[in-house]
């Protein structure tokens, strides 16, 4: 899995590849490696750690080439070493590829491979497909590399992208896309063409693409590219203008990208409510969602699948809409949700939630829905991902490009996407009264303001992130709407940070976790001014009681709360339902300032990667 870039026309493609695959550095990745076209030879590079290993190679051994591909890997198979990092070659040495999935019949495969006498040079499954594609191409597909690439394709067992080149076609490049295992775009350009597995690798040099569907094939020259199905079929792709601007992936005047996405969290919830609300009449418009009043009147049941941070974010929408619109809502993960045979019916909606709409528990989830009849809409950040393509309807977050590995402006913007979610669906359900529901939407038009009141606070956080950075557990505790804040809070701590972290529904103390409070443990309590306060207040004096240190976020101008907590974090009072946009602001901020006081690397923490596109 990570990172894939590929480079095709009349510029020095050694350069236009590192520089895509640093863009995609936040994914995650312990190995890279390049390979270039030069001449009727294929020349490869490749190291283990960071991309700045390999750029120093080549700086001492330059390849150069106008056509080549390149490979950031995560270990799936095999430790991450030289020999196992990606590209890889056929056995003479006439085909080469790269690889992101896991080939699930690789050791059958394998074995049929060395029966035939193939000699094999690595521990990874990747490399039975590219000795696959150079049999194919002796036997019977006369060296065509497409022909031979799709038959070889067609013998996997697993989601799979793959990019492969070869002395034969010089001047092609080919690219396979099959399942959920990331995705595969191709830049469309002016005598040059390039192919990455996420947009931000090749955005600075072109905003038009094509996205490969599952079980497609693409031949991409300098001049153009065909795409077809496994089965040979012609297909027309569409061609997708992608807006983001590259600038916006540059860290600017920001140490890491994560702080720099916490900050931009006023614009991103702006782009995100933006174009979607009518004030006057308090009315929503979510035109890709293609709802129908007739439809969500006869709706009985959202089901919400996701993974990790989004997962979360589909626990506060919960309360959104069944509030707002009196539907009920499950909220299930996605890693979970396909292997209890769930039940659904054309009665029943899947709501995915997916920064990067290639998550390939989430995906997998989405495919049971609608193999069950169910309606299947989408909130993603990535324009042009599967989890987007595959929906009957889908929202966008409009956060823009998240490079931090934790998210934070993908998460409250997917908030703010179901908020209009139960709203919309409220309106078309006539489940509000229409003051209520105006009301609701003047609400959300304060958001980005009172989110930057939050942010102003930023030097305090990082002064009390100075007291508790070398302690080695903490607990977050909240209540009603807030307690999947605490779950986030936690999250962020412990992903950027790695100290140990949990979050709990502070009314789960006395079932557990109370036993672990002592004057060692900082116990972060979200204790907004709301119909659960005094309850929260309730649990810090326990908290106290044992010893604990406690950390509030408080609505400001709560007098009690200091007299109760050990540290206050204020935020502005705001509407109840939207409290959870503003209360996991500090906690951003709090995860972030501990793990730059402990050294961490915060932008792409140990073990993680941006986009899990493997199981």
Known sequence: MCGIVGYIGSHDATSIILDGLQRLEYRGYDSAGVAIMNGGDIQIARDVGKLSNLRERIA???????????????????????QNAHPHLSMNEDFVIVHNGIVENYLELKDELMAEGVEFRSETDTEVIVHLIQLHAQNGANNDLTESTRRAALQLRGAQAIVVMSKHARDEIVAVRIGNAGGVAIGIGKGENFIASDIPAILEHTRQMVFLENRQIATVTARGYTVQSLDGTPITPQIHDIPWNPVSAARGEYKHFMQK??????????DTIRGRIDFEHGTITLPDLHLT?????????????????????GLVGKFFIERMARLHVEVDYGSEYRYRDPILDDNTAVLAITQSGETVDTLAAMEEAQEKGASLWSIVNAIGS?????????????????????????????????????????????????????????????????????LEQDSYIEELAQNFYEVSDFLFIGRGINYPIALEGALKLKEISYIHAEGYPAGEMKHGPIALIDEHLPVVAIAVKDALYEKMISQIEQAKAR????????????????SKADHVIYIPEAPEMLNPIIA?????????HVAVWRGADVDQPRNLAKSVTVE
């Open 386 to 454: 599967q989890a987007m393509r595959i929906a009957d309807g889908f929202i966008t977050m409009n956060a823009g490009p998240e490079i931090g590995v934790a998210s934070t402006k993908a998460f409250t913007s997917s908030i703010v996407d179901q908020y209009l979610l139960a709203l919309y669906l409220a309106q078309l359900r006539n489940t509000l009264p229409e003051e209520t529901r105006r009301q609701y939407a003047r609400d959300i038009a304060r958001l980005p303001d009172l989110a930057g009141r939050v």
């Open 261 to 270: 996405e916490i900050f931009e969290q006023p614009q991103s919830l702006t």
């Open 293 to 313: 009043p007739e439809y969500a009147q006869q709706l009985k049941r959202l089901v919400t699948v996701a993974c990790g941070t989004s997962y979360y974010s």
């Open 60 to 82: 001492n051994n330059p390849l150069t080439g106008t056509t080549g591909i390149g490979h950031t890997r995560w270990a799936t198979h095999g430790v991450p070493s030289e």
């Open 547 to 562: 010893g604990g240190i406690v950390i509030a976020v408080a609505t400001e101008g709560d007098d009690l709360i200091p």
């Open 584 to 592: 996991v602001l500090p906690l951003q901020l709090l995860a972030y």
